[in-house]
């Protein structure tokens, strides 16, 4: 009997698991519907929700695990203002700095992978976010301002916080270009 459910539950498990793999998952799911936020409401983003960000941006890959970034944190609503000027209060900016490069290293390709991990982590998480370059060059040029660490440069602003519900992820969405004009295959 025990042997019987056994088996009956790996086959339940192996069923899903293809059934992951054929339909997409949670991961798949995240990143197909997210986009980049516009609509963003004064509700704060939690210090929880914030340390799992954080961890996903720590837990990019990097050329010979070099990890060549810095998170700077700021929700100091005047210095938020001062890189992109329609923040709202809730909103948490995290600037992400790369080390100026060594031999082998690729800081820009690596603080982009940093980004990317922590905008679709902010999605998983139910809230928004968007990337920003714009700023980099404010930002560098007040150093100080933003907290930007000696050795370092700002590459990339990623701005996360709570949504405004009455904006639907299709009208918010941008399109992108077809898979034919991207891809091509050697069969
Ligand atoms: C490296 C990078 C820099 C970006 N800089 C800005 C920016 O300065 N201002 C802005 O509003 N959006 C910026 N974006 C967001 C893009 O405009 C957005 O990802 C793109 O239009 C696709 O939109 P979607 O994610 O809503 O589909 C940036 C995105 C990336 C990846």
């Known amino acids: 009997m025990r042997t019987k459910f056994l088996f009956l539950a790996i086959a339940i498990l192996a069923v899903t698991a293809v059934m992951a793999q054929e339909q997409g998952n949670c991961v798949t799911n995240v990143i197909l519907s997210g986009y980049s936020e516009r609509a963003f409401t004064d509700e704060a983003v939690t210090d929880r929700q914030l340390e799992l960000i954080l961890q996903c941006g720590i837990k990019a890959p990097s050329a010979r695990n070099l990890q060549p970034w810095k998170f700077t944190v ?5 210095t938020m203002k001062e890189a992109i000027n329609n923040v709202v209060a809730g909103n948490v900016l995290i ?14 390709f690596d603080c982009g992978l940093a980004t990317e991990s922590m905008f679709v982590a902010a999605h998983s998480l139910g809230l928004g976010a968007r990337i920003y370059g714009m700023p980099i060059g404010k930002i560098n040029a007040q ?8 050795g370092y440069k700002a590459v990339t602003v990623l701005r996360i916080g709570n949504t405004d519900k009455s904006v639907d992820a299709t009208t918010a969405a941008t399109p992108r270009k077809s898979a034919e004009e991207i891809i091509n295959y050697k069969k």
Do not use: C, Y
Not at 74 to 78: F, G, N, T, V, W
């Open 74 to 78: 700021i929700r100091d609503e005047a």
């Open 95 to 108: 600037i992400v700095s790369g080390k100026v490069a060594e031999n082998g290293s690729t800081p820009d």
């Open 143 to 150: 150093r100080d301002l933003f907290l930007i660490p000696e």
